[in-house]
């Protein structure tokens, strides 16, 4: 494993517009509750 | 006494296509990574790969070594037996994963450890460090053992196959690409055998789309599932005894991944192989987006098999072999009577499911409603008959009716699937056992080598002996997880023993780290006492409570950090608790 000492905090995310890992965490967070969502409503609706 | 009718049925059902599909699959990604990583010289190579992993190669890895073949065989059948409600286990799963990306990893990777425990040494002491790894290796080792038990019984059993020359033969596959490449065959396999098992579980839903009746729409299929109660994914129940609920699946899901993936070193190891911080957070992101929809699907699978069920003859117990043999063994009659009466309500079902279906599609509401009705009175019927039929064969023989749901796929693949795609799917099995068992020997090794051997035993070794000590490690674990597998009795339904046996152990685990990284004035004296006393406490609650085990996750980490705070607040103020330049926590970029 190279040592990465000067990158392991401060490293660019590399996606296109984003560039903090907490707006990448945020997104991936808000698709998972989209999922839940999802899934309570597919509980109800069948319900 | 000739094997039995059945047997027969479903060893005629894999001809040698199925057989050149499933050994040419196996074998080539075996070959091939023991090709592709020869000749891997020193301890860091061998144990962490070139530290060139790209991030899907690392999120793809990480997901292998989780979706063990249980995944792929038993969660059909919890989808077919109890509808989507297993999905909520894995609620959890992407918060704890965002923790670890931004908290476990940075402070992993700034300290260049090849193990988890490593991290513990470092932070607290010597004790403590092998207290972390005695954990891992004792409930990882078992864990290994379920890994390869749980789908060689399954498959041995409907195949006609031996189980010991299953378990055995299986075994040393993945031990001699393991042994051989080390953790960079591990990844380069892993990718390719979920590439296998994600061609496969998609090519039996559009093949399970294909076999439903002529014009039944998918939208109709769900309504059948869900009329069955079979499309409730959430409950919000607060009832303690309910064992997936949302709050269960959001918190002892969470803790339970926090802990597996960010303490359990076979998934460390499969993130730290990262060329870079970056590729090493996105493959966990990867998993924390696809993870829910992935066992979503799966679980709908084994939904829409029931559904396709409700138009076809099921066997009244799916595990035909024990239900054959107890024919054979004098319960006979009972057996016979009781499927006659599973197949008359099957019938019954079958007429008010196709009339609740046509009032659907002309809109009568009305009839519609009472169809349905009919259909779940004459429903209640069937799994009573199904219900007899599984107290007949308890009562001749306890382990016969643990884990019948998870022969609900396997019986559906051989059943309905073509020849060519039957192989691939047994292929899939065994891929997922694969990738699974490969990422766990390797760890396994890893942390005998590094937090046992290279730190006790032998100290002053070159990096050559501790490759080939890895090397035997590696092979050891694998035998020993064969042996296990040999002697395991097991009685629960093979994907909660598993997360069974994680859940004991991993909540004190996780409680160490979280002490580690979030409470900087706990010592390594302090530490260690309280999660010996943690782990002795799970032990007695989970011999005498009757609580869903995903608790324990909570409880164990919980118990763990109170018992270390008391402990250290008896000791009084330690001094010398975090060593300079040590991370505990870090900052979030």
Redesign the interface.
């Known amino acids: 494993?190279?040592?990465?000492?000067n990158?392991?905090?401060?490293?660019?995310?590399?996606l296109p517009r984003i560039r903090?890992?907490?707006t990448?965490?945020l997104i991936?967070?808000s698709?998972?509750v989209a999922?839940?969502g999802l899934?309570?409503w597919?509980?109800l609706?069948?319900? | 006494m000739g094997r039995a009718p059945d047997l027969v049925d479903a060893l005629l059902r894999v001809n040698a296509l199925d057989y050149l599909v499933l050994v040419g699959v196996l074998a080539a990604i075996a070959l091939y990574g023991m090709w592709r990583t020869r000749g891997q010289g020193d301890l860091r190579t061998y144990l962490h790969g070139a530290g060139n992993t790209h991030w899907l190669t690392i999120g793809l890895s990480v997901m292998a070594t989780q979706a063990s073949a249980v995944t792929f065989l038993s969660t059909p059948g919890q989808g077919y037996e109890n509808g989507l409600g297993f999905v909520q286990n894995y609620f959890g799963a992407p918060l704890a994963l965002i923790v670890i990306a931004a908290v476990f990893l940075p402070i992993y990777r700034r300290l260049n450890v090849y193990t988890a425990y490593e991290y513990l040494g470092k932070r607290f002491d010597a004790k403590t460090r092998l207290l972390g790894a005695g954990l891992f290796l004792i409930q990882r080792g078992l864990g290994a053992g379920i890994t390869i038990y749980a789908p060689a019984i399954v498959l041995s059993t409907v195949m006609g196959w031996r189980l010991d020359v299953t378990i055995v033969c299986s075994g040393l596959l993945v031990i001699a690409y393991t042994v051989s490449g080390g953790s960079a065959a591990v990844n380069l396999t892993q990718k390719y055998q979920i590439g296998v098992i994600f061609v496969g579980m998609i090519a039996a839903f559009f093949v399970l789309l294909a076999k439903l009746p002529v014009g039944l729409r998918l939208s109709d299929a769900m309504a059948i599932a869900g009329g069955f109660h079979k499309l409730n994914a959430v409950d919000f129940s607060l009832s303690p005894d309910r064992r997936y609920t949302i709050w269960t699946g959001v918190l002892g899901g969470m803790f339970l991944a926090l802990s597996y993936f960010g303490t359990d070193q076979s998934q460390v190891q499969r993130y730290l192989s990262g060329s870079s911080l970056r590729e090493s957070r996105l493959g966990l992101m990867f998993n924390a987006v696809f993870k829910i929809p992935m066992q979503f699907f799966i679980l709908l699978l084994g939904a829409l098999v029931f559904v396709f069920y409700q138009f076809e003859r099921p066997p009244v117990f799916f595990n035909t072999t024990v239900w054959q043999r107890q024919v054979d063994h004098g319960s006979g009659e009972k057996l016979h009577a009781l499927q006659a009466d599973f197949d008359a309500a099957q019938r019954e079902k079958q007429q008010q499911v196709t009339a609740w279906v046509a009032a659907r599609k002309v809109g009568n509401g009305a009839a519609a409603e009472r169809a349905s009705v009919a259909a779940l009175a004459a429903h209640t019927k069937s799994e009573a008959a199904r219900n007899e039929t599984k107290a007949v064969l308890h009562a001749a023989d306890p382990r016969n009716t643990a884990n019948d749901s998870d022969y609900v796929f396997i019986t559906f693949i051989l059943h309905y699937l073509p020849h060519g795609l039957i192989g691939l799917l047994v292929a899939a099995f065994f891929a997922a056992t694969f990738s699974s068992k490969s990422g766990e020997l390797n760890a396994l090794a890893s942390t005998t080598v590094v937090d046992l051997y290279r730190h006790i035993i032998r100290r002053e070794e070159n990096d050559a002996h501790y490759v080939i000590a890895s090397k035997w490690f590696t092979a050891l674990w694998g035998l020993f997880a064969i042996g296990f597998a040999l002697f395991a009795n097991l009685a629960e339904n093979l994907i909660q023993a598993t997360n069974i046996v994680g859940s004991i152990f991993y909540g004190v685990v996780l409680g160490l780290f979280l002490v580690a990284f979030f409470l900087k004035w706990i010592g390594g004296t302090a530490v260690f006492w309280a999660a010996l006393l943690a782990q002795v406490t799970v032990f007695v609650m989970y011999a005498s409570l009757d609580i869903s085990y995903l608790w324990y996750n909570v409880i164990g980490c919980a118990a763990c950090m109170l018992f270390a705070v008391s402990i250290q607040a008896m000791l009084g103020r330690n001094h010398s608790t975090i060593p300079p330049n040590m991370p505990s926590e870090v900052d979030q970029s």
Do not use: H, I, Q
């Open positions: 494993m190279p040592s990465d000492k990158s392991a905090t401060d490293e660019s995310t590399g903090r890992w907490n990448v965490y991936v967070l698709l998972c999922w839940v899934l309570t597919l509980t609706f069948y319900a």
